[in-house]
């Protein structure tokens, strides 16, 4: 089974229309989004066919992470969006359950802390839309900062409860930027940085030692950088090494690059990469050397000489499985 | 010829006693740095004694990064510090002609324009100290923002003037971080992510065809995220591929990581990547698995079986001469 880890939901023209009236009118919107099913329906299917095309059994679909919002004034245009995306994401599932999961959006804002309106709409995306996992954007002032403190600091502890309470785990992704010398691509890449190390270096993972947390493409740098903290490790006498380390996280393969993700495996191993392909998006447009999109990454993982079968096997699925696990307890097969 | 083109000056405890006075001083220091030949001998010694225990010929040294104090206030404080960074590493390659060259440090701050300041320092260095190049932070205010606009922008023009007319490269390396979600050694990475992508958006080298810019630590993320920038060059058609633009800039080695720095060569190619070790500094601890310090990166590079003799010889000497093309003007020989 090939699962897409790391997919977004696709928007009617509807809902563009209600977020431009909910930014628009500051959380005034005249009209509420009432999206007739065969509107809903047509995007569903279009993704579906996108999967088809190639060879994804099934995709965990999340919001659209660069129009969270997450900076937008008021926090309530935040919250009405990420509850819009929440319910659009569940209706896609209910029309194809064998070909999608729920993955939440948190109506994370400023330097709001998660402990009240982000918790009660995870509870709310898993037990009652049936959800399996969480965004987590370590800086939802979307650089308009000052940002709140790193994903290590005591501020996040009360998402941390509410997810292994829950059992899911949390997607690392930054969402718009403010900032026009950081595009948001950028801000991407930069913040699972800065939550790589911040987690790693705090003591989370004693506190909260069943937290799942995937880092979204690759990990930003850190698999390209090792060196540099390997040896910080050692100057600062730590017990494990900066490799051991890693392994507390997970990552997904939203690279599209073949070299990357051979450096990508060998750092992180096998048994901590997660199929993304975040497709359609960023990777969206055809490479002229392999003839393929650059999202079409199952090809790319199967060219990858070195890889038993059992580990193809872990990455396409096992590992995702044992990540997500609500995913599949009534699943009934592609 | 073994070149490290990526180095810093070791300074002497006097200097760390003008750079206290001066903080807390608020540039109004006690005393001013007289500092004996002996002691700086002593320093540079040492630091010829660690070339020579790896096989370095010669080294490209400037001010520590993470010290230069570009945020600090008033903005005399900076101007004060440079300028004795500066003086200390003339008296280096003084001491030692046929092993040191001079790298400046630039007295930016916060907002205020390179215009005048900087240029006047790296006209000074260059002409009258016989630099060779200069570093360059693209985020002065070190986190504690907004920084100035992105490398690509209007702003640095009087800076790449002055750089083209006197024909010295930029290192580009940020310097500290007052963000504590953001270590220093993350700041260096995310911002080489900015300013390469900056620079490759913008027309600076249409303005400048002559401009040289070295992107320290191996670009940050930037070889390893090739996919993302790739894709998004097809989707806005634009007419060289993002592997063709990425050759306008160069690299340098200083990543500690084999598998990183084959990605490196490969992606930038071995035309465009300076050997560079930043020893001593982050990666001198030892490495359990080589045995060598992270940062003793000539047998990495020997290690990489691909490369031929030539592109060696391109990686350790050539691409650095065609580069720093002041630096060996005079050059007698190790």
Chains 1, 2 share one sequence.
């Not at 949390?170 to 801000?187: D, V």
């Not at 903290?229 to 996280?249: A, C, G, I, Y």
């Not at 890889?307 to 396409?316: H, V, Y």
Request: one cysteine or more.
């Amino acid at each position: 089974m090939i699962i897409d880890s790391h997919a977004h939901v696709v928007m009617p023209p509807q809902s563009f229309r209600y977020m431009a009236e909910l930014v628009g009118g500051r959380a005034n919107p005249s009209t509420n989004p009432n999206i007739p099913d065969e509107a809903v329906r047509k995007q569903a299917e279009e993704l579906v066919r996108s999967m088809d095309a190639v060879g994804t059994d099934i995709q965990f679909i999340s919001p659209r992470p660069y129009l969270q919002m997450h900076s937008v004034k008021p926090a309530r245009v935040t919250e009405l969006w990420t509850r819009h995306c929440n319910d659009l994401i569940k209706r896609f599932v209910d029309m194809f359950p064998d070909r999608f999961r729920g993955v939440a959006g948190l109506p994370q804002h400023m330097h709001e802390s998660p402990a009240e309106k982000c918790v009660a709409e995870l509870k709310r995306c898993v037990n009652e839309l049936g959800f399996v996992g969480t965004l987590l954007n370590p800086d939802p002032t979307e650089g308009d900062g000052p940002a709140p403190a790193g994903l290590g600091d005591p501020f996040w502890y009360p998402l941390y409860e509410a997810m292994t309470e829950l059992d899911v785990p949390a997607l690392i992704h930054s969402a718009g930027s403010c900032n026009p010398r950081e595009s948001y691509t950028l801000k991407f890449i930069n913040e699972e940085n800065i939550a790589v190390i911040s987690l790693l270096e705090s003591t989370v993972f004693e506190k909260f030692p069943n937290l799942k947390i995937v880092v979204a493409h690759g990990g930003g740098a850190i698999p390209y950088q090792m060196g540099r903290f390997r040896s910080w490790s050692v100057r600062r006498n730590s017990p494990v090494t900066f490799d051991e380390q890693l392994k507390k996280l997970y990552f997904d393969t939203c690279n599209y690059s073949k070299d990357s993700i051979e450096l990508l495996l060998k750092v992180a191993g096998t048994d901590n990469v997660l199929f993304g392909t975040e497709k359609p998006g960023t990777g969206s447009a055809r490479d002229p050397i392999s003839g393929r999109d650059y999202d079409d990454m199952k090809p790319v993982i199967d060219s990858i000489e070195w890889l038993t079968d059992e580990q193809r096997k872990n990455i396409f699925e096992c590992n995702c499985t044992r990540v997500y696990t609500r995913a599949f307890r009534n699943y009934k097969g592609a």
